[in-house]
């Protein structure tokens, strides 16, 4: 799909993504992977550097300048928001809030110096 339909799509589905203007984003993502703690609710913002889609669920990485996360997408969890969340390209800046966890294989993210 060229860039400019899909555009159109999401501003008729979801509202004009350019509106939004400012993200509160309290912490780095450095800072909130040294400071993890489980099921703390954070917010971050960055661009899109990676995303897989599962069915109903999709894992995506968010990175800033100081390092990567994990972003785990859930249907059920989400509603609309999942449908914008299959809607965007790698590349896209976000803004993304939640509870972090750990994956079965212990990975919450991971330092751009490691």
Not at 9 to 17: A, R
Not at 34 to 56: M, N, P, T
Not at 74 to 97: A, H, M, P, R, S
């Amino acid at each position: 799909m060229e860039y400019l339909e899909k555009l159109k799509k999401i501003k008729t589905e979801f509202g004009d993504p350019f509106l939004e203007r400012k993200y509160p984003k309290p912490l780095s993502i450095k800072e909130i992977l040294q400071e993890f703690k489980e099921a703390k609710e954070v917010k971050l913002a960055g661009r899109l550097i990676s995303k897989r889609e599962h069915g109903k669920s999709g894992f995506a990485h968010i990175s800033d300048c100081s390092g990567k996360l994990q972003v785990y997408a859930q249907l059920n969890k989400l509603d609309t928001g999942y449908q914008l969340f299959k809607e965007l390209d790698i590349g896209d800046i976000v803004g993304v809030g939640g509870e972090l966890f750990k994956t079965r294989r212990k990975m919450i993210g991971s330092d751009p110096e490691s």
